[in-house]
């Protein structure tokens, strides 16, 4: 597409010099090509821009001087960049004083020329000046290219890609990502302390909107934006970085003053044209770079959650890699939401903020992996110090109640409203992180079930961790079938008394405030108890019955959480 040249540019040439007599206003107007003006009558609102960014020439002899007025006002109406009159002698100048004022009004500079300047020499004139312009143009954006292009193939990264375009521009480049991050800044040469901290975190909070960082589209839409920050006008040149029309970050060049001349305004908008193109190509290599750092992360925190090292040496040679102290002491933190779906196309995205919301909170040196296992977020979390008498059990529950609390704050700014965060006891060793996932997995498991808080540990489910035993065992299993199949079995006559029965014990035996749960009437109560009873043969309003029904539930749910684990992380026969 053409850039064209500028009316006060054609007002330079001889053949247009001092000819312009109205429309002041308008000589920044950009000319494309010139065309004659046909008739009145063939000018419609509905029809084609063919005067849209046109330098139109229209001879006087062929209209009156009084039409002309009429003229350029339809000619605003359709775009066009000026108008050249030709065979105008002194004696018509006083004949376009409608013309002139119409001129001034609408903005469309009006040239008054001689009958020399023909339609043919106006537009050789301004085809000449368009060519030229977009030669210098495609000339200056190939140097550009070669430049950056140069840089990208030397394997320089975005720092290198920046830091060039900052040197041929001689403004600060900003590179923010998706979520308004600020991936890199660079200063030119002549600036040296560049911009202000605050400045930089203001321009990007103002520029970086997700309806820019995050637009689908083909094409790099450049901006000029003029803002005020600090009492002082800045301006800057912009344009999102897209690959096949998905969005990757902005590409932004901060202006050194204002106002900016038009031509320095020129050279930045092809700058951003072709930065546009080379930073998107290296966030993408970039992004393939993190994706199989994050595969190789997630595939050794899913062998050391399953304890699935070949030997002894693998286990120490991946553990080196990630700086994780194989005889340190490790707790296992799981984040579930039903919001996140690991199919989804942007899962990818969401590993990467639940990663920056467990940076934020473990903020100091001790080590934290986080993974996406499924459709968890798993955080597998170094304590400090080693198993021992001097470790004071209260220091360490509150130690991972805090992190645990963080995580789940965290997590709920960046991510998402229904976020449960539970959590297994700390243990000794890159092999005891295993243990300690499947406590978490546990937790998670049970704390569905018996509605515990949003942030939950293993040790808070002290009763299933006492019954486990028990509720593996054989004897247990039997004695929990014997209490709940003749509730089950009852169920299709009287409703659901499974869980009638376990909401009144719940609610200590109160028969109003069960009724008042549950929705149900007084009397209707009363008849599903008795109907209960009646299946246990024994009275549900007994101490002793409600705890052999409320056992038998644990028991129950604490054997579907453990068999579901038991299938997912025994290893494959």
Same mark, same amino acid.
């Given at each position: 597409?053409?850039?064209?040249?500028?009316?006060?540019?054609?007002?330079?040439?001889?053949?247009?010099? +001092?000819?312009?007599?109205?429309?002041?206003?308008?000589?920044?107007?950009?000319?494309?090509?010139?065309?004659?003006?046909?008739?009145?009558?063939?000018?419609?609102?509905?029809?084609?821009?063919?005067?849209?960014?046109?330098?139109?020439?229209?001879?006087?002899?062929?209209?009156?001087?009084?039409?002309?007025?009429?003229?350029?006002?339809?000619? !605003?109406?359709?775009?066009?960049?000026?108008?050249?009159?030709?065979?105008?002698?002194?004696?018509?100048?006083?004949?376009?004083?409608?013309?002139?004022?119409?001129?001034?009004?609408?903005?469309?500079?009006?040239?008054?020329?001689?009958?020399?300047?023909?339609?043919?020499?106006?537009?050789?004139?301004?085809?000449?000046?368009?060519?030229?312009?977009?030669? =210098?143009?495609?000339?200056?954006?190939?140097?550009?290219?070669?430049?950056?292009?140069?840089?990208?193939?030397?394997?320089?990264?975005?720092?290198?890609?920046?830091?060039?375009?900052?040197?041929?521009?001689?403004?600060?480049?900003?590179?923010?990502?998706?979520?308004?991050?600020?991936?890199?800044?660079?200063?030119?040469?002549?600036?040296?302390?560049?911009?202000?901290?605050?400045?930089?975190?203001?321009?990007?909070?103002?520029?970086?909107?997700?309806?820019?960082?995050?637009?689908?589209?083909?094409?790099?839409?450049?901006?000029?934006?003029?803002?005020?920050?600090?009492?002082?006008?800045?301006?800057?040149?912009?344009?999102?970085?897209?690959?096949?029309?998905?969005?990757?970050?902005?590409?932004?060049?901060?202006?050194?003053?204002?106002?900016?001349?038009?031509?320095?305004?020129?050279?930045?908008?092809?700058?951003?044209?072709?930065?546009?193109?080379?930073?998107?190509?290296?966030?993408?290599?970039?992004?393939?770079?993190?994706?199989?750092?994050?595969?190789?992360?997630?595939?050794?925190?899913?062998?050391?959650? =399953?304890?699935?090292?070949?030997?002894?040496?693998?286990?120490?040679?991946?553990?080196? =890699?990630?700086?994780?102290?194989?005889?340190?002491?490790?707790?296992?933190?799981?984040?579930?939401?039903?919001?996140? +779906?690991?199919?989804?196309?942007?899962?990818?995205?969401?590993?990467?903020?639940?990663?920056?919301?467990?940076?934020?909170?473990?903020?100091?040196?001790?080590?934290?992996?986080?993974?996406?296992?499924?459709?968890?977020?798993?955080?597998?979390?170094?304590?400090?110090?080693?198993?021992?008498?001097?470790?004071?059990?209260?220091?360490?529950?509150?130690?991972?109640?805090?992190?645990?609390?963080?995580?789940?704050?965290?997590?709920?700014?960046?991510?998402?409203?229904?976020?449960?965060?539970?959590?297994?006891?700390?243990?000794?060793?890159?092999?005891?992180?295993?243990?300690?996932?499947?406590?978490?997995?546990?937790?998670?498991?049970?704390?569905?079930?018996?509605?515990?808080?949003?942030?939950?540990?293993?040790?808070?489910?002290?009763?299933?961790?006492?019954?486990?035993?028990?509720?593996?065992? !054989?004897?247990?299993?039997?004695?929990?079938?014997?209490?709940?199949?003749?509730?089950?079995?009852?169920?299709?006559?009287?409703?659901?008394?499974?869980?009638?029965?376990?909401?009144?014990?719940?609610?200590?035996?109160?028969?109003?405030?069960? !009724?008042?749960?549950? =929705?149900?009437?007084?009397?209707?109560?009363?008849?599903?108890?008795?109907?209960?009873?009646?299946?246990?043969?024994?009275?549900?309003?007994?101490?002793?019955?409600?705890?052999?029904?409320?056992?038998?539930?644990?028991?129950?749910?604490?054997?579907?959480?453990?068999?579901?684990?038991?299938?997912?992380?025994?290893?494959?026969?």
């Amino acid at each position: 597409m053409s850039v064209g040249v500028t009316v006060e540019r054609l007002l330079d040439e001889d053949l247009f010099r +001092n000819a312009l007599v109205g429309g002041g206003s308008g000589i920044d107007n950009t000319v494309a090509w010139c065309v004659p003006f046909l008739a009145p009558e063939t000018m419609s609102i509905d029809s084609g821009d063919e005067y849209s960014g046109a330098a139109v020439h229209l001879p006087l002899g062929q209209f009156s001087a009084g039409d002309v007025g009429e003229i350029v006002h339809r000619l !605003a109406e359709h775009g066009a960049a000026m108008l050249v009159v030709s065979c105008v002698d002194e004696r018509d100048q006083d004949d376009l004083l409608d013309a002139i004022q119409a001129a001034d009004e609408t903005g469309v500079p009006l040239l008054a020329v001689g009958s020399r300047v023909t339609f043919r020499e106006a537009s050789r004139l301004v085809a000449t000046k368009v060519l030229a312009q977009d030669t =210098h143009v495609l000339e200056y954006g190939i140097r550009v290219h070669r430049i950056l292009g140069d840089v990208f193939a030397r394997g320089g990264g975005l720092a290198a890609l920046a830091q060039t375009m900052a040197q041929l521009s001689d403004t600060t480049v900003l590179i923010v990502g998706t979520n308004a991050e600020l991936l890199t800044e660079a200063s030119p040469p002549s600036s040296r302390a560049g911009l202000a901290p605050a400045a930089v975190d203001r321009i990007v909070e103002l520029l970086a909107t997700p309806a820019r960082t995050n637009s689908m589209g083909v094409g790099h839409d450049v901006e000029v934006v003029t803002m005020e920050i600090d009492g002082s006008t800045i301006q800057a040149v912009l344009a999102p970085v897209r690959i096949a029309g998905a969005p990757y970050g902005l590409l932004i060049l901060v202006e050194p003053g204002h106002p900016v001349p038009q031509h320095d305004l020129a050279q930045h908008r092809v700058m951003i044209e072709q930065g546009v193109s080379l930073t998107g190509s290296e966030l993408l290599r970039m992004q393939s770079v993190r994706e199989a750092e994050e595969r190789a992360r997630n595939d050794f925190v899913h062998t050391l959650l =399953h304890g699935r090292f070949t030997d002894q040496l693998e286990l120490v040679a991946r553990a080196e =890699h990630y700086r994780l102290p194989v005889d340190g002491r490790f707790a296992v933190f799981i984040v579930t939401t039903p919001a996140f +779906n690991p199919q989804d196309a942007f899962a990818h995205r969401i590993g990467r903020e639940a990663e920056r919301a467990v940076q934020s909170v473990a903020s100091d040196d001790l080590c934290t992996l986080t993974a996406i296992i499924g459709s968890m977020v798993v955080v597998v979390r170094q304590m400090r110090g080693r198993r021992g008498p001097d470790r004071d059990p209260g220091r360490v529950n509150e130690e991972l109640m805090t992190f645990g609390t963080q995580l789940h704050r965290a997590m709920r700014q960046r991510l998402w409203d229904d976020v449960r965060v539970s959590y297994g006891r700390p243990f000794n060793g890159a092999m005891g992180v295993a243990m300690s996932y499947r406590e978490a997995r546990t937790a998670d498991g049970l704390a569905r079930r018996v509605n515990a808080a949003e942030v939950c540990s293993y040790a808070d489910l002290r009763v299933f961790a006492a019954i486990e035993e028990a509720a593996t065992s !054989a004897a247990g299993q039997s004695f929990a079938a014997e209490m709940l199949t003749p509730l089950k079995r009852m169920d299709g006559q009287s409703g659901n008394l499974e869980e009638l029965v376990l909401a009144y014990i719940e609610e200590s035996g109160n028969l109003n405030a069960t !009724a008042r749960r549950l =929705h149900l009437h007084r009397n209707t109560m009363l008849y599903k108890l008795e109907r209960a009873s009646r299946a246990l043969q024994m009275d549900v309003r007994t101490t002793e019955a409600q705890f052999m029904v409320w056992l038998a539930h644990h028991i129950t749910a604490l054997n579907d959480v453990v068999g579901a684990l038991d299938e997912e992380l025994s290893p494959p026969s």
